[in-house]
């Protein structure tokens, strides 16, 4: 059973480009959650997503950052003009339904270094 | 608000035992997680606590307070592989089940 699967793993991208990280989550799993790692910062949530549903947003920059999770294909966080203080790794996790007991369980991250 | 604190270096020699401490002040409460993540790879699931107490899971045991806002990670026989920041998180459980994590611990053991 393949983990969750994050690509790219490292993405370079000038100021004022457009990033789009993609995740798949672990089979079976139909919730995604998207995290930033800062350099010696502990993770951040940024959005919860559901097939077709953003579910909590409430982490998110309030511009220049959207993501989805269509019925079909990986979740996409999409970070338009980017900056340098989007240098970070990105992490999504999945789990399989939401439930008190369900764990999350992580991908290998996006490392995006913006120049 | 949500304030998740624990230790940010800690060395241990190989074969011995070392405690890794976390207190948290969050609103709500639902669960507290330990991961385990080395450089540059993905945060691995470690252990989960909801009920105080202590989850033993070979090598590594984890144990809760509620009343106290309290885990600690117990790592054994401290092997050179454990070498590794470990995270603390807690899910609030406020709608969407987020985690928020601590700033981790980096763990360094020697010879």
């Known amino acids: 059973n393949a983990g969750v699967m994050q690509n790219p793993r490292h993405l370079v991208r000038r100021r004022g480009q457009e990033a789009r990280l993609r995740c798949s989550p672990m089979k079976g799993h139909s919730h995604v959650y998207w995290y930033r790692q800062l350099p010696e910062e502990g993770l951040k949530f940024m959005v919860y997503?559901?097939?077709?549903?953003?579910?909590?947003e409430s982490g998110m920059p309030k511009e220049r950052f959207s993501a989805e999770f269509p019925k079909e294909g990986p979740s996409i966080l999409r970070i338009q003009q980017v900056v340098r203080g989007d240098s970070a790794a990105y992490f999504c996790?999945?789990?399989?339904?939401?439930?008190?007991?369900?764990?999350?369980?992580f991908g290998p991250g996006t490392r995006l270094l913006v120049l | 608000g949500q304030n998740i604190d624990q230790p940010t270096e800690m060395t241990a020699t190989e074969g011995a035992i070392v405690q890794i401490n976390c207190t948290y002040q969050?609103?709500?409460?639902?669960?507290l997680f330990w991961y385990q993540q080395h450089a540059g790879e993905a945060p691995t699931f470690l252990s989960y606590?909801?009920?105080?107490g202590l989850e033993e899971k070979g090598r590594f045991s984890s144990f809760l307070s509620r009343s106290k806002g309290y885990s600690y990670l117990l790592l054994k026989e401290l092997q050179m592989k454990d070498s590794a920041s470990y995270l603390c998180a807690v899910r609030s459980g406020a709608g969407s089940y987020q985690l928020t994590f601590g700033k981790g611990t980096k763990l360094s053991v020697i010879p």
């Open positions: 997503l559901q097939k077709e549903n953003i579910i909590d």
């Open positions: 606590n909801v009920l105080d």
């Open positions: 969050t609103s709500g409460f639902n669960g």
């Open positions: 996790a999945s789990s399989p339904i939401q439930g008190t007991q369900e764990t999350q369980y």
